[in-house]
């Protein structure tokens, strides 16, 4: 398959076990954040979103943690399937920058049966 | 399936030349963005078109241009086409916040 980028950071967990994937944003004035998921040869796919105001998400095994005081954002996967391998991006916009998003470097998930 | 198309899969073309990509949002979807995807860059936002208006500019180059119809679709495009610009080129689009993205266009330049 295509590949997205050789030389991401990986994290490589056991199928049953929880996932944390963390990703430093960039603009303390970013006020709206998203998880994507993007497995090989396909776009990126929505997980999760959380906004400023919040500071944890939940979604079907998904959980979304945001710290604004180190501008840091975390997705947690629960009980990591085969499936959940891909690389996972964050990204950060900027409302009144007409909802641009900017992506961060992504991580690679491997599952291990 | 986002519900997001893109044509073509793949466009192999060489350097100098010029191509066009095109994009269909989603139903009701009045916003379109692209991106480009590179190894070495990562995905780059380009260009937001709302309803047919230019909404937002990102890094995109002066030989890229794209536009969006009355129907909504748009095209996105590169001209003078150089080896750097080989990459994945996805649209997205919008109903408010959250974005939706196609499953891409791989250009390959020669």
């Known amino acids: 398959g295509e590949s997205v980028g050789l030389h991401l950071p990986t994290l490589s967990v056991q199928e049953g076990d929880n996932s944390i994937i963390n990703c430093a944003y960039s603009n303390s004035a970013s006020d709206y954040f998203i998880w994507y998921k993007q497995e090989s040869g396909k776009g990126p796919q929505f997980i999760i979103d959380?906004?400023?105001?919040?500071d944890k998400r939940q979604g079907q095994r998904v959980t979304v943690l945001l710290n604004k005081t180190v501008k840091h954002l975390s997705l947690q996967i629960a009980a990591t399937q085969p499936g959940d391998s891909a690389v996972y991006f964050c990204?950060?916009?900027?409302?009144?920058?007409?909802?641009?998003?900017?992506f961060g470097g992504g991580t690679r998930l491997m599952v291990k049966p | 399936d986002s519900g997001v198309t893109q044509t073509p899969k793949h466009l192999i073309t060489a350097t100098g030349q010029r191509v066009t990509l095109r994009c269909s949002p989603r139903?009701?979807?009045?916003?379109v963005y692209w991106y480009q995807q590179s190894l070495d860059q990562g995905l780059q936002f380009l260009i937001q078109?709302?309803?047919?208006?230019?909404?937002a500019k990102g890094n995109i180059l002066e030989r890229f241009s794209a536009q969006q119809f009355p129907d909504l679709h748009s095209e996105l495009n590169l001209s003078s086409l150089e080896l750097g610009d080989s990459a994945l080129y996805f649209c997205a689009s919008s109903p408010s916040d959250e974005q939706f993205f196609g499953p891409g266009t791989r250009l390959t330049v020669l």
């Open positions: 959380i906004r400023s105001n919040m």
């Open positions: 139903s009701g979807d009045l916003s």
């Open positions: 078109y709302y309803n047919g208006e230019e909404r």
């Open positions: 990204a950060e916009n900027i409302n009144n920058a007409g909802n641009m998003l900017t």
